[in-house]
C-alpha cells in the first residue's frame, strides 16, 4: 500500500484534472477524506455563488476556500459542486459532497437531516420588485405572482405565512424567477436580501428593479454537513479566525461591492453557535 502511494497521489492528481477540465458537477473526486474536498455551492447567485467557466465566485466561495484551507485543503483540491436550493439535504445524505456553502440557513427541521456548522453570515428574507412598483412589503402581495425557489425557507415562509391571494410560483434557482420577472410575469421575486442584491446589480438588469430594503426574517447561514460530522469544531474555528483576521469583512465587502448591499450590523458578523 504504501509503496504505490505516490503513484497513488499522481493518479487522483490526474483524475482532478480531469474533473476540473470538465467543470466538475459530478460525485467523482474520490471519498472526501483524500485528495480532495467536495463543496456544494450555488452556481447562479452573482456575489454569493457564481460558476463563470472554470471560475468561482462570490462570498460563500471565499468562506469556503478559507475554511477548507484550515482543514487542509489548497484551493485546487477542492471540487465545486453545484447545490440548488431543493437538493442540499440530499447531497449531504448521499455523501455526494463533503461541506455546503449555500446560502443554506440553519433551520430545526433541516437539523434533523443534516448537521451544521457556523453561522457565518446573517441575511434576511426581502423582496426584489421593479422599480416603479407599488409592493413595500409581503403585505402587499395579495393577487400579485410571486417567485421564489423550491426547497427554500423563501417559498416556505411564504406558504406558512402570506400565501393567501398571492400566486407563488416556484422554480429551480433565484435566477431563473429574475429572468421571468424581466419578462413581465412576475411582480416580485421573495429571498434573502444579499442574494437578490446580487442578482439586481447585473449589468443586465441595471436600473430595472429594486431590494424593498425590509426585512421580514432572520436567515443564519451555516455549513451543511452530513450528520454525524466530526468537522464542525474545525470548521467553526476556521470561521472564527476568518471573522478576527479581517478576510470575512474584506470577502464581504468585495462580493457586495456596487449592489448597494448593507448587511445588518447588529447580527454581522455572527458568532457560531456550539456544535451538537
Ligand atoms: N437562505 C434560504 C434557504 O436556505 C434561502 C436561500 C436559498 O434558497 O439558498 O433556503
Redesign the pocket.
Known sequence: MRKTRIALAAAAAATALTLSACGGGGTGGGDGDGDSIRIGI?FDQPGLGFKDGENYTGFDVDVAKFVAQELGYSENQIEWVSAP?ANRETMLQNNQVDMIF????ITDSRKEVVDFAGPYFV?GQDLLVANDSDITGPEDLNERNLCS?T????AQKVKDTYAEGTNLQELPG?AECVTQMSGGTIDAVT??DI?LAGLAAQPAYQGQFKVVGAPFSE?N?GVGLPKGSDRCEAINEAITKMIEDGAWETALQTNTEGTGYEPNADTNPPTPAACS
Do not use: P, R
Not at 151 to 154: R, V
Open positions: 450555488k436550493s449555500a446560502t443554506y440557513s441575511a425557489v426547497g427554500s425557507t423563501s433565484y429571498t434573502d442574494i436567515e447561514y
